[in-house]
């Protein structure tokens, strides 16, 4: 039965590939519109894909030496497995492609958007929809094909073992994890780079162009314009791609390692089996559902903004709603033990991630009170913004981490079968979890994505002197995928904290595999020992002694803690530097090319776009590889307890601090909003100066420090799994 | 021989009491000045003054709910022992009276050291220094008093037992900690309360006055600006005092009680007599070495700027040596086991505390380049000069966060005896560092002290108009405070985090008083059972559970980071609430008062320090409570395991994050007064605007959240010990 269902996950992954190429062809078949529309367009284009390269070049650079780090350690030292080295390039070649699918189908759709809403908001909506759910498909399609490729050869490969018949699962799942820091690793330098990349040159436009010269945001004179078009795709649209292909595959690898370790003491190959599958079947029939609701984002012509946000939403909670009947089914036709628990444990992450979501809606968004408290405390000038918004975002934090708490002891207790001491199955229970947040990711995604291709539309429309209706149109486009993408962001942070735990749990297996490589039989546990094969998670935290008096794991954690901040401030500060040099040439620009200002010249768009890619090249490298040294370099100095801290510190406060990150941005850039709505005296006025002040901090913090931390945290752990062997084999203390 | 020792420790307390007493009569014998002088510093000591009544009331009202609690625990439950109640009141008292003398003390000095400055820069640092002596002097001696008394109290009435008798120490090391968290309770209301009043005063002075009227800073004609100085007295004054008493009365009592239950299984009641003595042998030789240090800081008539320096660093220096020569004798005296390698620990502990100060300097001082780039950040305006301080600030986090790190590991190393398995030593060592770096606080608080003395005399000077000179004079005497602030502040950040470990340390073995007055006698450890006077801390780890795989661990790990950010982010909006106030104030004061600005009228003074306490009063109160209460929920609800994954989580995130606000804070600061000196365009420039705008900002930082932060820390871990009774008798999971 159970070898049957394994199929829907190959066939569901070539169903969203396909799919997803026939709304790029039917995308392309748009007009793109007038000339100039179509110039501005290929300048985005030129601009994003020479990005682009130069990062993918870099990071193949990193890849390359990460690679032969790794060959030697599995075929020199035996310090890894074999498959290492090929499972980490895949995984970061499919996250890379990831996210250039994803933009190459968003800077074609840009002007096409554009010229759709010059009909109507309607068939705006339908051409930019449409492209969002190509990148969304590509993600989930790409992540489970990647999945089900890895799974079938490692299968066929990887020896069986007659007298521990359950390792043989143990050994391809962790070994797919693996493919999952190839991902990571692609995902944080396209989040660090592109990050940088769009803020510097979002920054650096809003700076001197809104603020100084008092110019029109996207306005054809302001030099950084196009650069700032340029920043969308490749950071939130190739950025987001890359990030969310790691936290998708990530989820389903860890809790699926969960799995095959839960059944590895039972000797129960059978129900192993069934354990590492269904997370891989929720995702899998996730993808059918997306495209069910997809397909259900239907509107009438003439229809207005209220109609269109109840079309998208319908969509997305009718897949939530199908999901979640559907993982009953699954599970019980699998016949997992506990089905019923692990299913309520699949409804408890989506639960979570919508308590996540709204909570993300009432800190950040203009329609409740936080957020107009924020634009009020502009009267008082751009220093009680600040001041308001840190607190504000400060106190966000607390909806969304007792929602991950509640969501963690739940379906840990659940899966557990109602008791705590049985850890491998309450691990799993965190993983389904995790898994069930992210089940729905084609369209969550698709309603996520959308966002960036109406922005460039709206550039597009602004900069070809479309008129004011139809940047009406994108902008409206563009703020209702805002008030989507919070229930998007709401399941990314929550999944990467849930995600971090069961990647914490795969740790441990991979300590198990790696003293088991070593040669290692037993664990000797005080007055007893105990087949390294029987022992439990508990057994590796006492044998390591993980707990919170060893002052490794103290020192782990709070090396943990601070990286995350660590982190936050050099690409803070990376946004700085970068956008000071936008700044500067902007500047430059005004002055020396005359008539620029009166739009008889035209600005030098090309030297913009160019000091971003270098900026954003030279910035990105020291951050990240930061994460990968860390957890590599405390592995070689405080051992096991000191790496295992490392992760937990990394995650409680990395978590925390992102979600800080991601609403005190969000919340400053509605305010604006808010502002330029005609509140407390409207555009111009010195308290929508001060708000202006708000918006410009919060970039950084929600577009560059604040996502790229979900992944640090991920990544980190990741190294980790990969590092392991080393790890256990010496350590200075 | 060490019965004998003791002794010195109350000796001491008295001897810093005594000369306390007799350089407070000095200064009073000075005279205040001409009667515009006196007049101005009645006003500022009656604000003071009228504030700290309403904040004892309100205090007064939780300490009696407070002692209600722990009295019905105490004599209705027996869920405590019978001292618990009285003994936290005295800490809060002694804690209160610290901070009142303090202040009392500052507010009498600064008018008499405008005065002295009047004469010499020479004669105003005798003063001011001598004036912040009073208050170090205070702080150690009342705190060196309040431990011997109730040791020699619990001494006299806590039973010996015959068969345990190790037991009683451990007794009476365990109940002074009730008289930490009492100190604990009123410091962090000290430094909430005072915390924003100050900043509400300072933020809302500064903004409409020097931002909007363009007056300068303590100018008469601002309606604030009595109420900016009365802050800087309640908060930097009578708050800093009530948190480095608890600070000092924390790492001593702490590590008695670690000291104590290092023992406890040995059965050895000399080396156990020892091991409590020792910190307070510390302590209390440390207050003599500070006393010889505090007469050595003298200065020729006519010295100039850097010699008074010179000076100040020689008394600090003197002190510091002498400490570790001392602390060498006495442990050698005291023939504590391993006596050698504990003297090592204090030295680590000091040396930690120096590296952290250094940092804070090279981050926050316009001598250095983070600063410096900070100000310039200004030329680009005021959101990248945010942007840049919240990445200089993050980044500023790795230098002090790996001192830690590199101080826990070499001291609990050198403490276990070279191994990491024996805990109880090596917590202790621990313990002991933190004792070392804050050894010798009766001096290095005395020229933290007088900062805010010479920032008042400076305040009394603009407003008598006492002319350039002297008011020169009074800024070099805070600015030459702010480079001495430094390493105190080093000090008091490096302490909290290793006290809190220590505090941690000592739940654990209120646990065992709780197990043990609950009536169990066994612990019983999967295939065994100990007896649970034998039972080592691993063994309480173990039968708890807990490890880093425990999810009732891992959710207390993600409420205690959650908390300390919501803490943050409560006190910096209440700091913008009670600004906002003050702003609307003045502006209406400046509307309707005719006549201010030209000094034709005398602004409504009292009517701003009346906003400023009330709002203080007001905004104080919930974030305190919260801060009590999150413990004591978590331990209902996780039971032990997510009580230490909370204390644990507060603790890496807490110090972490009060690193960051303090750092960011104090370079923004400096920033701004690096653009005063005349860089990048100067006062009144745009670079200046902006980087005022950052020091507005950087206000709540470094003198509201940031300082909160250290004790919110320890108070978590002190409410827990309180509540160990409560948390092990019956838990929701």
């Excluded at 300048?43 to 990071?59: C, E, F, N, P």
């Excluded at 370790?261 to 059978?270: K, Q």
């Excluded at 979570?352 to 009267?379: H, K, N």
């Excluded at 995604?445 to 959308?450: H, P």
Aim: hydrophobic share 50%; glycine share 12%; charged share 15%.
């Amino acid at each position: 039965m159970e070898q049957v269902l394994f199929w829907i996950v190959p066939i569901s992954s070539l169903l969203a590939l396909l799919l997803a190429w026939h709304f790029y062809r039917q995308m392309m078949g748009e007009s793109e519109g007038t000339p100039l529309m179509q110039k501005i367009a290929s300048h985005v284009r030129k601009g994003a894909m020479s990005y682009l390269k130069q990062q993918y070049k870099i990071v193949g650079i990193v890849f390359l030496c990460l690679v032969i780090l790794f060959s030697i350690m599995a075929y020199g030292f035996n310090l890894q497995n074999q498959w290492v080295p090929v499972a980490f390039l895949t995984g970061g070649f499919f996250s890379g492609l990831s996210g250039f699918l994803g933009m190459k189908t968003a800077t074609q759709a840009s002007a096409r958007t554009a010229n759709a809403a010059r009909n109507s908001l309607n068939s705006g909506l339908r051409v930019a929809f449409r492209s969002g759910a190509v990148m969304g498909l590509v993600v989930v399609g790409l992540g489970l094909l990647d999945i089900s490729f890895w799974y079938l050869v490692l299968d066929y490969f990887v020896p069986n073992d007659p007298a521990t018949p359950t390792a043989k699962l143990c050994m391809i799942t962790t070994t797919m994890l693996t493919f999952g820091m190839g991902a990571s690793t692609q995902a944080l330098f396209a989040r660090v780079g592109g990050g940088i990349y769009t803020k510097a040159a979002d920054v650096g436009a809003d700076l001197v162009g809104k603020v100084e010269a008092g110019i029109p945001e996207d306005d054809p004179r302001n030099p950084a314009t196009i650069a700032d078009n340029v920043g969308d795709n490749v950071g939130d649209v190739a950025g987001m791609g890359a990030d969310l292909y790691e936290s998708y595959c990530g989820s389903i690898l860890a809790t699926a390692a969960l799995g095959a370790a839960a059944y590895m003491t039972s000797g129960d190959v059978d129900m192993q089996f069934k354990a590492v599958v269904a997370p891989m079947l929720i995702a899998a029939v996730g993808i059918i559902l997306s495209i069910i609701g997809i397909f259900s984002v239907k509107t009438k012509e003439n229809a207005k903004m209220k109609d269109l946000l109840n079309s998208l939403s319908f969509g997305t909670n009718l897949s939530s709603v199908l999901i979640v009947g559907a993982t009953f089914l699954i599970l019980w036709l699998l016949q997992i033990d506990n089905w019923l628990n692990i299913a309520i444990a699949v409804l408890i992450g989506l639960l979570v991630g919508i308590v996540i979501g709204r909570s993300t809606e009432y800190y950040t968004s203009q329609s409740y009170a936080p957020t107009r408290r924020l634009s009020e405390s502009g009267t008082t000038g751009p220093a009680t913004v600040i001041i308001s918004g840190i607190g504000l975002g400060m106190i966000s934090t607390a909806i969304p981490v007792l929602a991950v708490v509640v969501g963690i002891i739940l379906s840990y207790w659940l899966a557990s079968g109602y008791d705590l001491a049985n850890v491998s199955m309450g691990l799993y229970g965190i993983g389904i979890a995790a898994v069930g947040m992210l089940s729905t990711l084609g369209i969550t995604l698709a309603t996520d994505a959308y966002g960036p291709i109406a922005d460039n539309a709206g550039g597009n429309a602004e900069m070809s002197g479309l008129g004011e209706e139809v940047r009406r149109r994108t902008d409206a486009l563009d703020s209702l995928g805002n008030t989507t993408a919070a229930t998007g962001k709401g399941f990314a942070i929550g999944s990467a904290a849930l995600t971090g735990l069961a990647l914490l749990a795969s740790y441990i297996e991979e300590i198990r595999i790696g003293l088991s490589r070593l040669g290692q039989t037993a664990l000797n546990l005080g007055d007893l020992t105990k087949p390294i094969h029987e022992a439990s998670f508990t057994d590796f935290m006492n044998y390591y002694d993980v707990n919170l008096m060893n002052p490794k794991v103290l020192s782990g954690m709070f090396i943990g803690s601070m990286m995350a901040f660590l982190f936050c401030g050099l690409t803070m500060n990376a946004v700085g530097r970068a956008a000071a040099h936008m700044v500067e040439e902007v500047r430059r620009q005004f002055r020396e090319i005359k008539g620029i200002l009166t739009g008889d010249a035209e600005p030098d768009y090309a030297r913009c776009v160019q000091i971003s890619t270098k900026g954003a090249q030279r910035e990105m490298v020291f951050p990240s590889l930061l994460a990968i040294v860390a957890p590599i370099i405390t592995g070689i100095i405080f051992g096991v307890p000191g790496v295992i801290g490392l992760l937990v510190g990394g995650l409680s406060s990395g978590f925390v601090l992102a979600i800080f990150m991601a609403n005190a941005g969000g919340a400053w850039d509605n305010a604006k909003k808010y502002v330029e709505e005609g509140n407390f005296g409207g555009k111009g006025s010195e308290v929508h100066k001060a708000t202006v002040v708000g918006d410009t901090v919060g970039d950084p913090f929600k577009d560059t420090s604040g996502p790229s931390l979900n992944i640090l945290i991920k990544l980190m752990s990741m190294v980790a799994i990969v590092m392991a062997g080393l790890t256990v084999s010496w350590s200075l203390f």
